[in-house]
């Protein structure tokens, strides 16, 4: 088998789906591909250049490499109607000629292109959506059917989604709020929605279990002026408004000015970044490669997401810490039996949650619930050999013809 990912970004050293998929989907044994744009994760944010610009770096068109086992193509991209498309993409799943295409998104230049060359090079499709309902307005508030926002969203994604819909496989949504955008919004068939999660390297997220993740974690805390005793609360990501790890800050350095035993770690780079190191007991830290955050999470004992949900919250549980979120998050699977909820923006509740977690038998009983949790349910390893039973019971169904002539571009479009 021979499988394509259409990514619209990749970036070297992390833990994206972009990067993790395709790397165990290899160790299966399946011959995959991932084809991307020269573009770095993120560039459409404002603020990019503040929060990611020193982090991540542009790939080049034309790029080819193997990386993990898996071949990596980076092709070029334009601008149409204010969207980044592919640029060459038709020629290049021609030249890999693939029996599966698993596009990131539904909606958008890459659902559309890969649902445009399918029925010429004869690949089965498969999309993705990974929007969650609180980056979505339209999910949390409503708005009547004439409005111009839901007009707008009907013609700018309901209406094509349901056209990459009809030809597509499955679309994996991450979690339950995911797959309602998807119906609701992005025009996907209801009966092709499945909620599929996305998975943790476990041989890299884990908890400690040698001496030598013991000396890492003591090291790493000393270097912050730590003392065992010491509570650290951690936070990773963009120190931006959306994300609001500021309210974290702020809660640590309550606790901390009153003599509790709490301090924070912010991971990361964004606005924020000056007020959150002027509280109290909280130091910020550069973004770093994926390899290098287990030992960095391995040092906390609490790790935090006050607003929006997070990949890294998996990371973290896989790694023995307990999960605080807000009462709104809906993938709550990244938390059940191993975290604790506090209201949405109340820092009072906050900080009620994380005297909480004082106790550090508390800590570990959550911790290892969660630890356990994400190396049974969420590992690459277990969400790639999923993936690929729907690959292989997709093939055994009629099979396309592939022609033998290069697929050339539509109406000089791609």
Same mark, same amino acid.
């Given at each position: 088998?021979?499988? =394509? @990912?259409? #990514?619209?970004? $990749?970036?070297?050293?992390? &833990? +994206? ?6 790397? *165990?989907? /290899? ?83 890459? =659902? @559309?292109? #890969?649902?445009? $060359?399918?029925?010429?090079? &004869? +690949? ?6 990974? *929007?969650? /309902? ?281």
């Amino acid at each position: 088998m021979r499988v =394509a @990912l259409l #990514a619209g970004t $990749y970036c070297k050293g992390m &833990g +994206y789906l972009e990067n993790m998929l395709p790397k *165990y989907l /290899a160790r299966l044994g399946v011959e995959t591909h991932i084809v991307a744009t020269d573009l770095p994760p993120y560039y459409w944010l404002r603020d990019f250049p503040e929060t990611y610009g020193n982090f991540v770096s542009q790939s080049h068109p034309g790029t080819v490499e193997n990386p993990d086992g898996y071949t990596l193509h980076i092709v070029g991209h334009k601008k149409i109607a204010g969207y980044a498309r592919m640029v060459g993409v038709g020629d290049k799943l021609s030249s890999i000629r693939p029996d599966i295409v698993q596009a990131s998104v539904c909606i958008g230049w890459i =659902a @559309l292109d #890969a649902a445009l $060359y399918k029925g010429a090079i &004869g +690949y089965k499709l498969f999309t993705g959506n990974h *929007y969650h /309902a609180s980056v979505f307005p339209l999910a949390t508030q409503p708005a009547p059917w004439w409005s111009g926002q839901r007009l707008h969203c009907m013609l700018t994604r309901t209406l094509p989604g349901r056209l990459v819909g009809l030809v597509t496989e499955k679309c994996y949504a991450i979690a339950p709020d995911c797959a309602d955008v998807a119906i609701r919004f992005f025009g996907v068939p209801r009966g092709k929605v499945e909620i599929c999660p996305l998975g943790v390297d476990t041989e890299l997220f884990a908890p400690i279990s040698s001496e030598k993740d013991r000396q890492a974690r003591l090291q790493f805390r000393e270097r912050l002026g730590l003392v065992e005793s010491d509570i650290l609360c951690i936070y990773t990501g963009r120190f931006s408004e959306d994300k609001n790890p500021l309210l974290l800050a702020e809660a640590v350095a309550r606790l901390a000015s009153a003599g509790q035993p709490y301090r924070g770690l912010f991971v990361g780079n964004g606005i924020q970044g000056k007020a959150i190191e002027s509280c109290v007991g909280c130091v910020t830290h550069p973004f770093v490669p994926v390899h290098q955050l287990p030992d960095i999470f391995r040092a906390a004992d609490i790790a935090v997401w006050p607003a929006q949900e997070s990949l890294s919250m998996l990371d973290a549980a896989a790694c023995g810490l307990p999960i605080v979120a807000n009462h709104t998050m809906t993938a709550q699977e990244r938390t059940e039996g191993n975290g604790s909820f506090y209201r949405l923006n109340d820092r009072e509740d906050l900080i009620r949650v994380l005297l909480g977690l004082r106790d550090q038998h508390t800590r570990q009983h959550l911790g290892t619930f969660g630890a356990q949790k994400v190396a049974r349910k969420f590992s690459w390893h277990a969400v790639a050999k999923r993936r690929l039973a729907d690959y292989e019971s997709a093939l055994r169904t009629k099979t396309s013809v592939k022609p033998k002539a290069v697929v050339e571009s539509y109406g000089g479009l791609d």
